[in-house]
């Protein structure tokens, strides 16, 4: 299914990429920073940080996995500072916060959504059908989510959406967390999931839109690019640490690995609420075009 993809990546390259090289580099005759290395250490750390933890979740092997995760988190770190905004890792107000609160957010839905449909087979034991059940809700949820969140853009404010959105993919995941309990009926955990989807709706395009309006101008790319490698960054992350969680309880008990995995995505997105309180003021709306001097009418001086 993935790879039915490629021909569309194509199609749209041959389009897009002719038209980049016309555009030729920028006028402002500024050094731009080659930012092709740090994007390749990025990724690099980021899978050695991966496999430490299947590592050690999964084999045991501690001191190799350990070792693994140390360089991955401190070779990541140093090299992603060259790819997001100064002052991104810290969450410094406007901006930077922006493109770290996505991160987190990604990671706390996306980081809990893996494991949904294995909570509801393999610890409900009910059939793949129920699990596409959960998931389609939660498609929904984020559908109706953007549809609230647009028609409320005038009227509320961009980190309002953030901070309810939040909230309710945190009262999710803890309806995620109480359906691992067999006493729980399954029935709660779908309409959790499809709340949870409702939350990630009112929450997701409003850092978009955040970002766009405090990038500066002409940096509108980068700050763009910027968002979506915390987007990248804080799915795969959230995914394998979750994983392995999972992995640590295969073996003994599986809801218990789920749950940590829960847990973890939870505990990431009240970190993400926190930091909600930094991100820029005001409301998603793009700001008024500036109208255009209204025609001096001449007088009769000119006339004459």
Sequence with gaps: MFLGLLPVVAVAGSIGVPALIRLGPPASGQVQEHRLIYGV???????????????????????????????????GL????????????????????TILSRGLLTFAFFGADAYVTLAITAVRHRSPVVAG???????????????????????????????????????????????????????????????AGLGMGLAYAPLSLMMLRKAPPGGEGRASA???????????IGIGVGG??????????????????????????????????????GTTVPPPAAQPAPARVPDHQDQR
């Design 78 to 97: 140093s090299a992603l500072r060259h790819l997001v905004p100064p002052g991104t890792l810290t969450a410094r107000r406007g901006l930077p916060a």
């Design 226 to 236: 910027s968002l979506n490698l915390a987007d990248v960054l804080g799915t795969a």
């Design 244 to 281: 392995a969680a999972v992995a640590a309880g295969a073996d003994g008990n599986l809801a218990l690995g789920i749950a940590a995995a829960f847990a973890a995505a939870g505990a990431v997105g009240v970190v993400a609420l926190v930091i909600t309180r930094r991100l820029p003021p």
């Design 41 to 75: 250490a990025v990724a690099a750390c980021a899978t050695m940080l991966l496999v430490g933890l299947t590592l050690v979740a999964g084999s045991g092997a501690v001191l190799v996995g350990g070792a693994l995760i140390a360089v991955g988190v401190a070779g």
């Design 133 to 195: 059940i959960a998931v389609t809700g939660a498609t929904l949820g984020w559908t109706a989510g953007a549809w609230v969140q647009a028609r409320l853009s005038e009227t509320w404010p961009g980190p309002r959406f953030v901070r309810t959105g939040l909230v309710i993919i945190l009262a999710g995941i803890a309806g995620m967390v109480l359906v691992l309990h067999p006493a729980v009926p399954l029935a709660e955990g779908l309409v959790a999931w499809t709340v």
